[in-house]
């Protein structure tokens, strides 16, 4: 008798572990991802070129459309860091959100003048249509190109820099560094300066 109900709550716990089992089947899917890329028109330029960049909505026809704005980054490589062009921006990024469906594709096209010879990288981030940009973080496209002929010296325009760039500048070279600031740091600070002295200056 006493082995008959040992076997009975064997069985008892056997078919309660079967229920639980198939009872906690997750209903929850993963998110899939955005089917969507970038291209350029070409890998290598010249100074004056045009870069036309293009981004495909690869959903399929009952798919999701995406959604962007005119912004990009464009950044060069130098001694290994990727360093921001601001120089090759707009002057003001007009507010369009444009909207492709699955199938389409977007044409920008970014005139490369002045640049010099390197390796460039450029970026663009998309999002689902309906997605919040301050909350989610969307997809960000990135593709390399390389500059073989960059802008002459004597056909860069030249520009009077802000006053406060050399306010800036020269409280900079007069105050005592920190300890442990490198040489790299100091490049990385003055590049950051100018960048953000050109960017200002009115072109």
């Known amino acids: 008798m006493r082995k008959e109900i040992i076997f009975i709550l064997l069985i008892a716990l056997i078919l309660s572990g079967c229920e639980t089992e198939e009872g906690n089947v997750s209903t929850t899917t993963k998110k899939q991802k955005l089917q969507v890329s970038l291209s350029l028109n070409k ?13 495909h909505n690869n959903e399929p026809p009952v798919g999701r459309t995406i959604e962007f704005g005119q912004p990009y980054t ?17 002057s003001v990024w007009l507010d369009i959100a444009y909207i492709l469906m699955p199938g389409e594709s977007f044409d920008q096209s970014i005139g490369l003048f002045p640049v010099k010879e390197g390796t460039y990288r450029i970026s663009k981030k998309v999002y689902a249509e309906g997605e919040n940009p301050l909350v ?5 496209l990135m593709e390399t190109f390389k500059v073989i002929k960059g802008t002459p010296e004597e056909e860069i325009p030249k520009a009077e820099l802000p006053e406060e760039f050399w306010e ?8 005592e560094l920190p300890e442990g600031v490198t040489k790299r740091d100091v490049r990385r600070h003055l590049n950051n300066m100018i960048s953000r002295a050109v960017y200002k200056v009115d072109r």
Do not use: H, R
């Not at 490589?77 to 990727?82: D, S, V």
């Not at 989610?136 to 960000?140: H, I």
């Not at 800036?168 to 105050?175: I, P, R, S, W």
């Open 74 to 90: 464009i950044e060069y490589l130098q001694e290994g860091e990727w360093i921001e062009a601001k120089w090759l921006y707009p």
């Open 43 to 55: 890998k290598e330029f010249l100074s004056g070129d045009t870069l036309i960049l293009t981004i």
């Open 168 to 175: 800036e500048l020269e409280d900079y070279c007069t105050k």
């Open 136 to 140: 989610n973080e969307g997809v960000t």
